[in-house]
Nanobody, 125 residues
Framework: QVQLVESGGGLVQAGGSLKLSCAAS????????VGWFRQAPGNEREFVAA????????VYADSVKGRFTISRDNAKNTVYLEMNSLTPEDTALYYC??????????????????WGQGTQVTVSS
């Protein structure tokens, strides 16, 4: 079992920045991939970014590429999502998740089997 706790969400004005954290505990593994997903009211959950703990390989959704950066600190079992140039369209509940997808499947939510409770990000216009 892996427990995930997200933090760092909040209310920010358009153009602002936030840095989310995903702290993992339990049966963590260097073979894990950590992904960030988000879900806005009335919308399906969508992929944001993912990182492989071992190699640091990253994948981003086109909508956040160039604005968001995912990183990891394996010593702290923590993955970060730095979000810049935020827009109201980024408003959502952000979740982190753990799985072991192959590289081509890192965007798929069904490849992740441990999920956190989420942290709310609200961007005002």
């Amino acid at each position: 079992q892996v427990q995930l706790v997200e933090s760092g969400g909040g209310l920010v004005q358009a153009g602002g920045s936030l840095k989310l954290s995903c702290a993992a505990s339990g049966s963590t593994s260097s073979s894990h991939t950590v992904g960030w997903f988000r879900q806005a009211p009335g919308n399906e959950r969508e992929f944001v970014a993912a990182i492989r703990r071992s190699s640091g390989a990253t994948v981003y959704a086109d909508s956040v590429k160039g604005r968001f950066t995912i990183s990891r600190d394996n010593a702290k079992n923590t993955v970060y999502l730095e979000m810049n140039s935020l827009t109201p369209e980024d408003t959502a509940l952000y979740y982190c998740a753990v799985g072991q997808p192959i590289l081509s499947a890192m965007r798929r939510s069904d490849m992740y089997y441990y999920w956190g409770q989420g942290t709310q990000v609200t961007v005002s216009s």
